[in-house]
C-alpha cells in the first residue's frame, strides 16, 4: 500500500509502497479515510531535536487519523469491523508517527483501546483533526486551564489550535479575547465570538485575565501574558513557536501567577471535542488536499501560507 515516509531530518518524505498491516490480538486495522497536517510534522522534518522521538525509521508520519475499522485482532470485543472512529495519538501506546506508523498511508494499525467513536454527522475531516488539534486545543483549555463560565480568557494565537480554542472558550461562556499579530484573521475572531482582539499581548498589560492560554508559544507571548493576568491568575502554554521563555521575576512575583504546560490530551477530551464538532458548534476552518499533495502541504505550514488545519483526504468513504 502506498505511504509517505520520514527517513531523516532536513529530508523529503519518501514516497513507498509498504506491506498491509494485520491486527494481532487487540489491535484494529483501520482504512484510513482522512488524515490531518500538523506543524509537529514539520517540526520533526525541521530540527534535529525531533529525532530521538521518531524511532525506528524510516517511519510513516502523521498523528490525526481517523477512518473505518476494516479489521480486529482476536480478543476484541467492542470495536466492530465498519466502525467510525479516530485515533487518540496520546493514549500512552506509543504515538502513530513517532513510534508506530501513522496516517500518510491507506491503512493503520493500533490498539482497540486508542479508538475513539465518531459521533453521527461528524465528518472523517473534522474527526482527523479532532484527535490532536481539537483535543489539545480542548486539553489546554479546559483541562489544564479549567476554563469555566464567567471567567476573563484570553487566546494568543489564532491558527489551528487557537480558532478552536477560542470557540470552546465562547461556548463555555468566558469572555474570550484574542491576541493574534496576523490581521488578516481578525474577522475570524469576531465570527467566534470574541469580545475583542489586539495585535500584541503587551495590549493586554494589567488587563486581569484569569486565564490566557498560549497557542503561539513565542516566548515573549508567554512572558507578557504573565503582565496581563489577575492576581493568582493562569496561563497555560501548549504553542512551541519558541524553545525558551524569558520571564521576569518581578511579573511572576507580583501576579503570583501560575504558569502550566500542556500537551496533547485524553480519550475524554478527544470524545469532548468531537461532540462539538459534530453539532456545529465549533467549526474551524480545514482545508482539503489529496494524498500525493502531503509534502506540498507540509511545505505551506512550514512557511506559513495556510491558515487552519490541512487535511488529506486518503480514501473516500
Known sequence: MKAWQFTETHQPLQRAEIPEPVP???????????????????????????????????????????????????GVTDVRIGDRVGVCPSNGNGAPGYRRNGGFTEKHLCLAEDVVPMPNGLSFALAAIGTDAGMTSYHALVTRGEAKAGMKVGIIGLGGLGQ????????????????????????????????????????????????????????????????????????????????????????????????????????????????????????????????????????DLQHHRMSGRLVAQIHHA
Open 164 to 299: 478552536i480554542g477560542a470557540r470552546v472558550a465562547v461556548i463555555l461562556g468566558c469572555d474570550v479575547h484574542v491576541a493574534e499579530v496576523n490581521e488578516a484573521v481578525w474577522p475570524m475572531a469576531k465570527e467566534i465570538g470574541a469580545t475583542s482582539v489586539v495585535k500584541d499581548v503587551l495590549e493586554w498589560e494589567g488587563r486581569g485575565f484569569d486565564l490566557i492560554v498560549d497557542y503561539a508559544g513565542y516566548g515573549t507571548t508567554t512572558a507578557n501574558a504573565v503582565k496581563a493576568v489577575r492576581k493568582q491568575g493562569r496561563v497555560v502554554l501548549v504553542g512551541m513557536a519558541r524553545m525558551e521563555i524569558p520571564l521576569q521575576t518581578m511579573d511572576m512575583i507580583h501576579h503570583q501567577a501560575e504558569i502550566r504546560g500542556s500537551s496533547g490530551g485524553t480519550k475524554a477530551d478527544v470524545a469532548a471535542i468531537y461532540e462539538l464538532l459534530a453539532s456545529g458548534q465549533v467549526s474551524p476552518v480545514v482545508t482539503m488536499i489529496d494524498f500525493e499533495d502531503i509534502p506540498a502541504g507540509l511545505d
Open 24 to 74: 494481532r490480538p487487540g489491535e484494529v486495522v483501520l482504512d484510513v479515510v482522512a488524515a490531518g497536517l500538523c506543524h509537529s510534522d514539520v517540526g520533526a522534518m525541521t530540527d534535529e531535536s525531533w529525532l530521538e522521538y521518531i524511532t525506528p525509521r524510516p517511519m510513516v508520519i502523521g498523528h490525526e487519523i481517523a477512518g473505518v475499522v476494516s479489521a480486529v485482532g482476536a
